[in-house]
């Protein structure tokens, strides 16, 4: 599969190695908010369409004999049938493992069940010999994931399941084993709102998608009841957020010491904040809270035209070695009408004479804040299951070129590398009104951290990189979290977003 754009991969010979790396485009879905991989399963091979999922870790697929994919009353209560399905009966390499052991629910509830299989993997030319991946006979999601995260959070590890906890090996496990790339990392460009491709790169880099230096950040080690801490969910810790205006004043929605634990999470639509936050961001840029009633949150589509240059500040780090991600407006605000093919007065009644929906939703009942695709399309991650870090930097949108760094087998950190210039300023503000948009709140509006009680300590030396920040970070109780992978095709049918 050929990269979205750029020259070919494997021309910097100065980084490429026998292994090399795995360069896939990513399909964005844009009126149902999903990147999509496609792939090739069994032999002869057969095309899937795979959601790329950052937030949970199994492959799994649908059969042709799933029930959604076979009955009409289920792909109407579920806003639609199957995208690909894969028939076991037409690969000569197909075999069963685990006969109904496969049982996987995200956070609504939804999610699919039936059997482990081994077949054949291809992605983007590179095959992978018996990967184990999840066979749905049962499902309530209109396509598969490829999970990329953390071997302990496979659904087969699951204390709801009906045999013995057991995990076994990832497809990024599999592509290190079965030398296709050097190391358990891949980087991740979903471009902006209107791009109709991203791109993934496993086992390396490409210096050419993202501004500035990569700050590098540790993983949050998850903690089990009886006190034991690992490495499960791909979340870190953001230290602050803010608004910047149309005149580029600040207003800081955070306090000072703020250590947010956050899940960088491709498989999620939106993005999901504490609920004393949503509101304070709500209350800044007079959006509304709808989601009891549509499932959606909104805002007068104005404020594209009003206040163009208004941007989210996301922090990480210290004001000393650190970074922001500022997200521009237009890349959270988003057109009702064109989603739901639908004139303004079928759209859920607002004060707005234009009404659009915004990408950050108050998470309620989540067990920690979501940054989800609202977020990622703005940021440039690099997530290494080796050494347990997530390197992140300003993304520069439709990049046309490509420089690749391949990761190294025997490094103990992601590659210490610079992207392309900016001229974008990210230095934060002193607190103030930002004018150009109507109902907003002036100072700075304070909410209390939800890691209050956790610590979170930067050491370095005037010659230190951002980079090179040593932080000891808060831990979270992983017995609150069933399979925290959060996949997202989210569905407008009346009652507005399904989460699943």
Known sequence: ????????????TNHITSRSTITSDLHN??????????????????????????????????????DLCTSRTLQRKYFGGCISSFSTSKSSTFKTVGKGQFNITYLDGSGATGDYIL????????????????????????????GLGYSINEASNSRKNIVPAFTYPSVIETMVSQGKIARKAYSLYLDDLQSSTGSIIFGGLDTDKFHGTLLQLPVIPSTFPNGTKVYAELAVVMSSFGITGQQGNTVNLTADGTKEPVLLDS????SYFPNDLAKAIYKSIGAIDDTRRSGLVLIDCIVLSTSPALTFNFGFGTAANGVQIKIPIHELVFSLSSLFNATEDQLPSSPFSSTCGFGIFPGNDIALTILGDSFLRSAYVVYDLEANQIAIAQTNFNSSTSSIVEFSA??????????VASSVDITRTASAVFPGIGGIATGTVTISPSGAGATVTVSSSPSASKAEAARSVPVFDISHIVVLGVSSIFAFMGCGVLLL
């Not at 999903?34 to 795979?50: H, I, K, M, N, W």
């Not at 498989?267 to 939106?270: E, L, W």
């Not at 025997?410 to 992207?419: E, K, L, M």
Request: avoid cysteine.
């Open 29 to 66: 879905n844009l009126t149902r908010g999903s990147y999509f991989v496609d792939v090739e399963v069994g032999t002869p091979p057969q095309a899937q369409r795979l959601v790329i999922d950052t937030g949970s870790t199994d492959v799994w697929l649908l059969s042709d004999n799933t």
């Open 410 to 419: 025997t490094a103990t950190r992601i590659p210490n590398v610079s992207g």
């Open 1 to 12: 599969m050929s990269i979205s754009r750029g020259p070919d991969p494997f021309a910097n």
């Open 119 to 146: 077949d054949t993997f291809s992605i983007s030319g590179s095959s992978l010999t018996n990967l184990q991946m999840g066979m749905a006979l049962k499902a309530t999601l209109g396509t598969g994931l490829m």
């Open 267 to 270: 498989g999620t639509t939106f």
